[in-house]
C-alpha cells in the first residue's frame, strides 16, 4: 500500500468549499465548489483501504469506491474514471445529488472518529476532470445488431439502460413526453443540486453514441405501447411516478395552491430560457409572496430554496414530524437553514383561508405518539394548539404516487402492485407483458437518482438475455 493512504489519521476531512449562504441564495448555481487537483488527491489518501468495504457494500451501484480513491491519490484519473464509469453511467450526477450521508459516505469504516472520506465529491472530480480532458467519449459498440429497443422514459432509469443497450450494438429508440432529456434530473431537481450542462452533455453524449431521442412523445397518446411493442424486440417501462399526493380540507381549492412539481418545472424551464406562461403572470413565481411548503421530503427542500431564490417574501416549511424524523437528506435540511428558510416542525395543514386566493394556514401543532406497525411515530394533533401562518403561495410537497398506467397505456394486463407501481418478476425484469420490462421508479415508488441507475442496468442485462434467448430460437 503506497505511504499516500491512510492519511485519515493527520488529515481532517475537507469538504469541496461552499458558497456563502448570503450569496448562493441569490442565484440558482450549484452551492459546491469543484475540489482543486491536490485537495481532491489529499483527501481520496484519508481512504484506510480496509478489508470490508462498507462503502462498497452500501453504494446501489456496488462502485468500487477504494480502488478509485486510490487511483485519485496516486494522480492515476484517467484510469480512476474508467473504473469509476465501469459500475456508474452517470459518476458525476451521482457525485452531486446522492444522499451520501445514508449511502457510501455514512458506512465508511473511519467516520466514527474521523469524518468519512468525502467519496462524492472526489467521484465528481473524477469524472468532470474526465469530460475536461476529452476522456468521455460517447458509446461506439464493437458490432451493430439488427435488433432495436423502445426505452419509455429519459430520466436516469431509461439513461442508464439505454447507454448499456447501445454498448451492446442494439439499435436504441428513447421515447419521451417532455421536450428536453433528462426526467427529474432536468425538470424536477433544482439547478443549485445539479446545474442543468451536466444533465444536457449526458443527453448529447448517448445521442452521439447513436441513441434515437424521440421527444414529445407520450406512449398511451402519440403512440400506443402495442405499437412500440410491435416495433422493437424489447420495450422498457422507465417512467417515474407523478401523481402528486393532494391535501384536502376546507379552502383546499383556493388559488395560491400549488403543487410542488408544477411549481418546480416552471422554475427549471425558466432558468433553461422557455417562455413559462404561468411563471410569467405570476402564479408560479414566489417573488415577494410568503411562501409555505408543506412537506419535509427532498422535494419540499428544492422548493423552499427555491422560492428563496426567486424573491419571496419569506419561506415557511410546516412539517408535521421533528427535524430527526424528517425523511429527506439533512445535509440539504441543513443548508436549507442556513439560506433563511423558516421550519415549523410539528405542525400540520387544517385548512386554507382567503377569499377566491389563499391569504393563509391554519395550522394545528402535532406530538409524536407511540411507534406504529412500521416502528414509524405516529402523529396526534395537540388540542386546542391552532395558529395561522400568512401565506400568498402555499406549495404541496407531499410526495408522488404512480400514475395509472394500465389504464394510461390501454393495457389493462399490465399488473401493478397495490400501490401501482409496475410488478415485475425480479430476476427479469419482465412485467406481465411479454418482452416488456420495467425499471427505477415506476418499480420501488419514488427513490433515488442511484437506483433508478441500478434498476436501469440490471433491466438492460436482462432484455440482452432476453433478446439474445429469443434470437437463438428463431435461429
Ligand atoms: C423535486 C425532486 C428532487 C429530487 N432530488 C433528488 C436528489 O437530490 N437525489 C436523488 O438521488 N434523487 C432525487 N430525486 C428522485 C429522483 O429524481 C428520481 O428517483 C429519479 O429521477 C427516478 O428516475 P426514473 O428514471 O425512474 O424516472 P424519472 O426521472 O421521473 O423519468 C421518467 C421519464 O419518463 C417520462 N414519461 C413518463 N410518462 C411517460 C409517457 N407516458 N410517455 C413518455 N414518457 C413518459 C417522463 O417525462 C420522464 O422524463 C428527486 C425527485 C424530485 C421530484
Ligand atoms: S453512486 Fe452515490 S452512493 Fe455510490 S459512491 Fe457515488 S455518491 Fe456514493
Redesign the pocket.
Known sequence: MPDRMLQFVALPQQTPAKRGSATRSQDFQEIYDEYLPAQAAAQASRCSQCGVPFCQIHCPLGNNIPDWLKLAAENRLEEAYELSAATNNFPEICGR???QDRLCEGNCVIEKNFDSVTIGAVERFITDTAFENGWVKPVRPRRERAQSVGI???????LAAAEQLRKHGYQVHV????DRVG???IY??PGF?LEKPVVERRGKLLADGGVQFHLN????GDVALHELRGRHDAVLI???V?RARDIGGPGAGLGGIVP??DY?TAANRTGLGDAVPAFADGTLDARAKRVVVVGGG??AM?CVRTALRQGAASVTCLYRRDRANMPGSLREVKNAEEEGVRFQWLAAPEAFLGDGAVTGVRAVKMHLGLPDASGRQAVEPVAGSGFTLPADLVIKALG?DPEDLPT?FGEPALAVSRRGTLSIDPSSFMTSLAGVFAA???VRG???????IRDGRDAAAAMHAHMQRAQQLAA
Open positions: 445529488i446522492c444522499p419509455i422514459g429519459a430520466g436516469p432509469g431509461g421515447y419521451d413526453r417532455y426526467g427529474l434530473m424536477g431537481i443540486k412523445c407520450a406512449v398511451g422507465a417512467t417515474g407523478y410542488a412539481l418546480l427532498d422535494t428544492d408522488f394510461a427505477g421508479d415506476i419514488a427513490s433515488l437518482v442511484v437506483w433508478a
